[in-house]
């Protein structure tokens, strides 16, 4: 059974880094990519950054860029993203997803509050 665990979320002043990990089990990073998602209240989820070992890593949307950092431990079978420079429009719930052809997955997600 795959499951997907998030921790490191919390309440960050604005200009403030979090460091948000992903704890997989029930699968080979090998085989899967590993993104994180976020979803603010009222807005869609949207993609924030992906690593997979076919394709390395990719951060999305461009609000992003140069602030998030996604790596992978594949021992710790875990997946860290890195948040710096923190804006108050980063502020949402965070959700680690897991790929593999048609199969997805997804963490319980956790809060992130950057406050002004």
């Known amino acids: 059974e795959v499951q997907l665990v998030e921790s490191g979320g919390g309440l960050v002043q604005a200009g403030g880094s979090l460091r948000l990990s992903c704890a997989a089990s029930?699968?080979?990073?090998?085989?899967?990519?590993i993104g994180w998602f976020r979803q603010a209240p009222g807005k869609e989820r949207e993609a924030v950054a992906c690593?997979?070992?076919?394709?390395?890593?990719?951060i999305w949307p461009n609000s992003v860029k140069g602030r998030f950092t996604i790596s992978s431990d594949n021992v710790k079978n875990t997946v860290y993203l890195q948040m710096n420079s923190l804006k108050p429009e980063d502020t949402a719930v965070y959700y680690c997803?897991?790929?593999?052809?048609?199969?997805?997955?997804w963490g319980q997600g956790t809060q992130v509050t950057v406050s002004s």
């Open positions: 029930g699968l080979s990073f090998d085989d899967y990519a």
């Open positions: 690593i997979a070992s076919s394709d390395g890593t990719t």
């Open positions: 997803n897991a790929v593999l052809d048609f199969s997805t997955y």
